[in-house]
């Protein structure tokens, strides 16, 4: 009875969303519907065109609406260096950052045997002929520290062990702003490994 | 660049949320676009029904899609006891406690002269034409501890002051849970003002 039916579907939906519970769902659908019915109509309109028309990049993967993504298509970029992500999102930080001038490899998930999710379930094969087509690769691995990372990196190296691509990872480390006694004990170990010279 | 230009348009739109920036508007339209095709129409669809037929109730100003909101309109609900909201978000902050059984008048806004918020600007004359109508009236307002709240209760305290409804309002106190010592003075002053005897 609390919700009149048709703010109930809104609400319904949007519980759905990471990180939303009952009251922030109740607190977005709200807040649309003080939108102009003109924003309303246009907010709706691109979410159906965003899931119709996006799609995988048919290079890298990453989400686009044309047939290759701006990052591929772009020719300052440079095609020898690419940077392999779990998913879009990565992208977008990363172009966020606004430095990196390679390309983009997005697997669109992470081995993971626990949850059946295995070598063939993501974009890998795609990345391994693409490296083919190329010489003086090198592929660096930007993948969550985590178990399914770790899993999907060891793959990746693995491949092109006795192949002349070279294959890097970002290091483990301190991100800019934290404190270091915000960092948990693996973390740190694996800094220190990772530790770079300075002279 | 950073985006399809389809994926912009939402994230524009979703950045206008209260709380929401440029990560999680981002967020948001990217786990939309992981709902399936049928469940991204429904939620666009129900967005824009909400807008044009969600209004207020012609009796207490809550939203509903009907004539008459289902708290007004339910037999049960002790008329005579008129619980004074400043939002709808409040009405379902009270349902959802579930044990009150009078009714709500939602003001949709508070007096505010800083804003230039008359109390023409909010519902408060339909206020004074409901209570009219009946007799032994109680009107709890239930208003936030504001400037902008006080001046309301303040309002609406006068309006009545010479007739038999009786207004009361929520006391200031400790919401369940919360550790003394997070409390502010200003509100610690006010609960013991309000204090309630109990023996």
Do not use: W
């Amino acid at each position: 009875m609390l919700y009149p039916k048709i703010l109930d579907k809104s609400i319904e939906l949007l519980k759905r969303l990471p990180g939303v519970g009952e009251k922030s769902a109740e607190r977005i659908a709200l807040a649309i519907n003080d939108f102009s019915e003109e924003d309303v109509k246009t907010l709706a309109d691109s979410l159906i065109k965003c899931k119709i028309e996006l799609h995988p990049c048919s290079c890298c993967g990453a989400l686009t609406d044309e047939e290759i993504c701006n990052v591929c298509s772009n020719p300052l970029r440079n095609k020898e260096i690419i940077c392999v992500l779990e998913n879009y999102k990565d992208v977008l930080a990363f172009e966020k950052g606004g430095t990196y001038d390679g390309v983009y490899h997005v697997l669109n998930g992470l081995i993971s045997p626990v949850d059946n999710i295995g070598p063939d379930d993501i974009n890998i094969s795609s990345l391994i002929d693409r490296v083919n087509k190329l010489n003086n690769v090198e592929i660096i691995i930007a993948l969550r520290a985590s178990i399914e990372g770790e899993a999907t990196t060891m793959y990746i190296q693995k491949i092109f062990e006795n192949s002349n691509v070279v294959v890097s990872r970002l290091p483990y480390g301190i991100p800019m702003g934290m404190e270091i006694d915000y960092l948990d004990g693996i973390t740190l170990d694996r800094a220190i490994k990772d530790r770079k010279k300075l002279s």
